[in-house]
T-cell receptor, first 113, second 113 residues
Framework: EPEVTQTPSHQVTQMGQEVILRCVPISNHLYFYWYRQILGQKVEFLVSFYNNEISEKSEIFDDQFSVERPDGSNFTLKIRSTKLEDSAMYFC???????????FGPGTRLTVT | QQQVKQSPQSLIVQKGGISIINCAYENTAFDYFPWYQQFPGKGPALLIAIRPDVSEKKEGRFTISFNKSAKQFSLHIMDSQPGDSATYFCAASGTGTASKLTFGTGTRLQVTL
């Protein structure tokens, strides 16, 4: 069964460093998302992406964040200058239609020290 | 108005019992209501979903009941098993391209022997 994959599973970085989180969405899906989950809290929407551009972004997704689909399979989230409060699980999701079912990857645990 | 309220925060059910988790929403533009199951350290997994044109949907031991007028929906897990012990999130999304999911705060379910 097709699934969303994410790398790395765990990333430790120092405050102020840049990180890139990578995702490979399900191959025939056209809509891509990033969500984050701070430990013990609910899943929060960051950004949605379709047709090589951002469809919607939340207030969390400030100028320090960017997304890119560099090729036909990968979807990345970049944090330019990490802060302690960026420590969270980051989930990539994809959807075939843009409405309805979204399928989540296993997540990347980002720890900022 | 974008919030989805979920209760209870935690739930302990005996094996074979019925687990019931409730959610309420305010935004009448929501038209898709999924439930996700999350095990520790894993990504949310789509369990079952419903649209407002039906009042109930059943898949195996899992049933969603939907009350459009009350703007509430609930997940019922029949014959609960220890393997069902996980955190359950309700969510909602609206129409429009790349609609984001708005998640509830989660319910930690423990099924005891």
């Amino acid at each position: 069964e097709p699934e969303v994959t994410q790398t790395p599973s765990h990333q430790v970085t120092q405050m102020g460093q840049e990180v890139i989180l990578r995702c490979v969405p399900i191959s025939n899906h056209l809509y891509f998302y990033w969500y984050r989950q701070i430990l013990g809290q609910k899943v929060e929407f960051l950004v949605s992406f379709y047709n090589n551009e951002i469809s919607e972004k939340s207030e969390i997704f400030d100028d320090q964040f960017s997304v890119e689909r560099p090729d036909g399979s990968n979807f990345t989230l970049k944090i330019r200058s990490t802060k302690l409060e960026d420590s969270a699980m980051y989930f990539c999701a994809s959807s075939i239609q843009g409405v309805g079912e979204q399928y989540f990857g296993p997540g990347t645990r980002l720890t900022v020290t | 108005q974008q919030q989805v309220k979920q209760s209870p925060q935690s739930l302990i059910v005996q094996k074979g019992g019925i687990s019931i988790i409730n959610c309420a929403y305010e935004n009448t533009a929501f038209d898709y209501f999924p439930w996700y199951q999350q095990f520790p350290g894993k990504g949310p997994a789509l369990l079952i979903a419903i649209r407002p044109d039906v009042s109930e949907k059943k898949e195996g031991r899992f049933t969603i009941s939907f009350n459009k007028s009350a703007k509430q929906f609930s997940l019922h897990i029949m014959d609960s098993q220890p393997g069902d012990s996980a955190t359950y999130f309700c969510a909602a999304s609206g129409t429009g391209t790349a609609s984001k999911l708005t998640f509830g705060t989660g319910t930690r379910l423990q099924v005891t022997l």
